[in-house]
């Protein structure tokens, strides 16, 4: 799987939106852009995942670039809630052979 | 029913104990998972069971050993362990319907070997 890097840190003013980057340089053509999130001492939880095209759910949206070499978590208006660590995982959508390998992630902070 | 469950919540054994971790879903996945993660650190896949047979296993020591029993259980046995070996353990599941890689995890079970 592709490798991803991330911000270690930022912060986030209460309901302005938060832009979370990701960098996966060498990603290939069959794999995906998934983002988990873990707040503290829970279990990860899934955001969004996408290709090629800019996806939005009930969360999040992610942006992809066209040379799919970046892309971006956006949370449309952030809450304190949201203060967890992001991560940004490239896979393969293999079912059975799922390996998500975590980076080390963004721990984002929201400021009241 | 969209809820992993993991028991006990918190765990704490001697070097020479044996005790399981049980992880639990209802919702019709065929595919669980234990992952590992120290603290202050990224979770680690650990095992992956696919129609309850291993698929994948990132070469963890022999003192854990995971049982699939069912489609909607997950076990872990735990001996002979190590200090280092404390750890969150978290586990999870996903199925082939729905969205394509995304997994549901439990709140793990907070295991300190002393």
């Known amino acids: 799987d592709a490798k991803t890097t991330q911000p270690p840190s930022m912060d986030c003013a209460e309901g302005r939106a938060a832009n979370l980057p990701c960098n996966h340089s060498?990603?290939?053509?069959?794999?995906?852009v998934y983002w988990y999130r873990q707040i503290h001492s829970q279990g990860p939880q899934y955001i969004i995942h996408?290709?090629?095209n800019n996806e939005t759910n009930e969360m999040a949206s992610l942006i992809i670039t066209e040379d799919r070499k970046s892309s971006t978590l956006i949370l449309p208006h952030a809450t304190l809630r949201d203060t967890a660590v992001y991560y940004c995982i490239v896979r393969v959508a293999d079912f059975g052979n799922e390996k998500l390998t975590f980076g080390t992630g963004t721990r984002l902070t929201i400021i009241p | 029913d969209t809820e992993v469950t993991q028991t006990p919540k918190h765990l704490v054994m001697g070097m020479t104990n044996k005790k399981s971790l049980k992880c639990e879903q209802h919702m019709g996945h065929r595919a669980m998972y234990w992952y590992k993660q120290k603290a202050k650190k990224p979770p680690e896949l650990m095992f992956v069971y696919s129609y309850e047979k291993l698929s994948i296993n990132e070469s963890v020591p022999s003192r854990f050993s995971p049982e699939c029993p069912n489609s909607s259980l997950l076990n872990l046995h735990l001996h002979a362990l190590q200090p280092e070996d404390s750890a969150l353990y978290l586990c999870?599941?996903?199925?082939?319907?729905?969205?394509?890689?995304?997994?549901?995890f439990g709140p793990g079970t907070r295991l300190t070997v002393l």
């Open positions: 060498t990603i290939s053509g069959n794999e995906y």
């Open positions: 999870a599941s996903s199925s082939r319907q729905g969205v394509v890689g995304e997994q549901f």
């Open positions: 996408g290709l090629k």
